[in-house]
């Protein structure tokens, strides 16, 4: 492995085929798991070392992890794109994601590529007030900017956050990603047209 931190960050997504920010994300995620150590190296760099207890057994569920990590990133991607790409069809070119999570942050990215602006993420147990760029709301009511749907990106109370979202803005305003599992009130598939 390269001792440069960035250039090897940049082999692993070059490897893995993602972006070398998402390998940036994970591994940030593994340190904080307490599987991965960093330390300061010269010009403004870090090294990573594996700790002797994540080497043994926490380094086959580091690998487990980022597998299935990477997995639901390339799924989410897609499904996103997919939801995003809907949305701009129905002519609903500004958009609020209903729920901060993992999903909304591939959302978020996938909406560059499309041309769909995401003008407030709504959490109501959100602690923080921005979030990837992007202003965080503890309800619909606080959001400032016009939008023209919802997105649900609730990864944990997906159901729950349809079901408030079409109740305030109506099932044909309300979208959500296939891997979520839902179906809106009328009974349609989501990301069916």
């Known amino acids: 492995m ?6 090897s960050q940049r082999h692993i997504a070059a490897e893995l085929g993602i972006a070398l920010g998402l390998v940036n994300a994970y591994l940030k995620r593994c340190v904080k798991k307490g599987l991965v150590k960093v330390s300061d190296a010269p010009a403004r760099r870090y090294a990573y070392y594996l700790t002797p207890q994540g080497f043994a057994e926490k380094s086959r569920l580091t690998v487990q992890y980022l597998s299935n990590s990477f997995s639901f990133f390339r799924l ?26 993992d999903l909304a942050e591939v959302a978020i990215l996938c909406a560059v590529e499309t041309g769909v602006a995401i003008v407030a993420v709504v959490d109501p147990a959100s602690e923080v007030t921005r979030f ?13 900017e016009a939008f023209d749907a919802v997105i649900v990106t609730d990864v944990l109370h997906a159901g729950t956050c349809y079901e408030m979202a079409a109740a305030v803005h109506g099932n044909e305003r309300v979208l959500a990603p296939r891997l979520l599992g839902l179906r809106d009130l009328s009974g349609r598939a989501e990301g069916a047209a």
Do not use: M
Not at 2 to 7: K, Q
Not at 80 to 92: D, H, S
């Open 2 to 7: 390269e001792s440069d931190g960035e250039r």
């Open 76 to 101: 989410a991607k897609t499904d996103c794109a997919r939801v995003l790409e809907q949305a701009k069809g129905c002519g609903f070119s500004r958009v609020v994601l209903a729920g901060q999570s």
């Open 132 to 144: 990837v760029g992007v202003n965080v709301c503890r309800s619909y009511d606080e959001v400032t």
